[in-house]
């Protein structure tokens, strides 16, 4: 017996193996919590300036909705934030048309509320 040469010992590669998994590189499974945008790099500026505005002003809507898209903070922190963002979006404070549906419907129950005591008075 002849022993086979070591190139043919070695199992070739077919097309399916050589090329990896599309789950094995989608980048979204490390995403954070509420994370819709790759993290861009901590030397982009406009990142920068995103974290120094929310470190001068915590309540800055922009830079909460920023630092929370792209997945910025820390993961303590982003997990106090993502709380904050949350509100804010069931709010519309960054959508028209939520507030406008919002303040609709708040002008309803007062109008209701107002018919109501006209009722009661009577």
């Known amino acids: 017996l002849v022993p086979a040469p070591p190139w043919k010992l070695v199992r070739s590669k077919t097309v399916e193996d050589a090329s990896p998994k599309v789950q094995d590189l989608d980048q ?16 982009d500026p406009t990142r920068g300036f995103y974290e120094s505005l929310l470190e001068e002003r915590p309540d800055s809507q922009i830079a909460i909705k920023y630092c929370i898209e792209y997945g910025v ?24 048309k939520t507030r406008i549906h919002r303040a609709l419907d708040l002008q309803q129950k007062c109008k209701s509320r107002v018919r109501g005591k006209a009722n009661k008075v009577r």
Do not use: E, F, I, M
């Not at 979204?28 to 030397?43: A, V």
């Open 28 to 43: 979204r499974k490390h995403y954070k919590k509420g994370q819709r945008y790759p993290t861009p790099h901590p030397s």
């Open 73 to 96: 903070l820390r993961p303590d922190l982003h997990k106090k934030l993502h709380h904050v963002y949350h509100r804010l979006r069931q709010k519309g404070a960054w959508c028209l």
